[in-house]
């Protein structure tokens, strides 16, 4: 059917030559929707191909600015799970449909980066502006170390992966950040170094004070390479997801069973503990240690403050000096 109901709102599902048009009229209103939907059909058939293709407008997309390792990685899953078609045939539910086993926050990240590689596409008339419907995230509980847990940690670690751990947690730096930073990135005598625009989430750079325990540890990284702060064996480091998490196994944090054995018939574990929760116990100890929100704010480069809320609870001292503004109104 053509013209349907979801609730009590009219959608539309048309098709023709291939292509495929799902998307709300935003009105329940019959006579309105169905004028709506015969506006869009006329348009459908009317509508000529423009011979540019999804890989088109993508690669539109990467050489408008320079794009992050993330914003990157995204558009390579996408393209695994959709690959690329004429314009006028992507769709934004199958989009969301080949994308619907991701988790939210990558289900989203990635709508975000084709959307916007679409509309930039549509601007240049290749193709007619797409809706990618989000997907909600479910909220989950904040996990950091403890000050015993991370000491336990330390003792797990090897060297080049301890070295870089303790700078994450002493920074609030994001894993490809401390992958990736360079000793252009890095000025010791003002105790400041900064992530480009380019390798920032948020698309701008990020001034990062460094403290002077995370000084030390650059310190002890100069002459070790030209370029990069961090390397094993010579050369820089692309991943530590293995030592990672034996280090976890041994230090027993966040264990759960993989439904696997051993072959001595032992269970096999893994951690859910992930690298980014470095980046959480970072903050959450700076909150306990009496630090504004406001100032995480800027410290953490996020570009809300409603993104480190979440780590409010963890100081209410703040809230405390208000406690006895309450009177109690005199009983007779």
């Excluded at 590689?117 to 601007?123: D, R, T």
């Amino acid at each position: 059917m053509s013209l349907y109901k979801r609730g009590e709102i009219w959608w539309i599902y048309l098709t023709h030559e291939g292509r495929r048009v799902r998307e709300s009229t935003h009105t329940s209103d019959r006579k309105k929707a169905q004028a709506i939907h015969d506006a869009c059909k006329i348009d459908l058939l009317q509508k000529k191909e423009s011979g540019k293709t999804l890989n088109d407008a993508i690669k539109l997309w990467l050489k408008h600015k320079a794009r992050t390792n993330s914003e990157k990685s995204a558009i390579k899953t996408l393209i695994e799970h959709y690959p690329s078609r004429p314009l006028s045939q992507v769709s934004g539910h199958e989009i969301q449909d080949a994308l619907s086993h991701l988790k939210a926050s990558t289900y989203n990240r990635i709508a975000n980066n084709i959307r916007s590689a679409c509309n930039m596409a549509a601007e240049r008339k290749w193709c007619q502006p797409i809706t990618i419907p989000r997907k909600k995230s479910s909220s989950t509980k904040l996990r950091f170390l403890t000050k015993d847990e991370w000491a336990h940690l330390q003792k797990e670690l090897p060297d080049h992966v301890k070295i870089m751990a303790q700078f994450a947690i002493s920074t609030g730096l994001r894993q490809s950040n401390v992958f990736n930073l360079k000793w252009s990135e890095v000025d010791l005598n003002r105790k400041l170094a900064w992530v480009d625009a380019t390798e920032a989430k948020a698309d701008k750079s990020i001034p990062v004070p460094l403290s002077q325990y995370a000084v030390n540890i650059l310190e002890s990284q100069k002459e070790k390479h030209k370029t990069h702060v961090f390397t094993y064996k010579g050369e820089p480091i692309g991943s530590v997801k293995t030592a990672w998490n034996k280090a976890l196994i041994r230090a027993k944090i966040d264990l759960v069973e993989t439904g696997r054995k051993d072959k001595d018939s032992n269970p096999i574990y893994k951690s859910t503990f992930r690298w980014h929760d470095l980046r959480h116990t970072w903050a959450s100890w700076h909150v306990q240690n009496g630090t504004p929100l406001a100032v995480l704010k800027e410290l953490g480069g996020w570009h809300d403050i409603s993104m480190v809320m979440k780590y409010a609870h963890l100081s209410p001292d703040h809230l405390t000096k208000y406690a006895d503004n309450f009177q109690m109104a005199s009983v007779a």
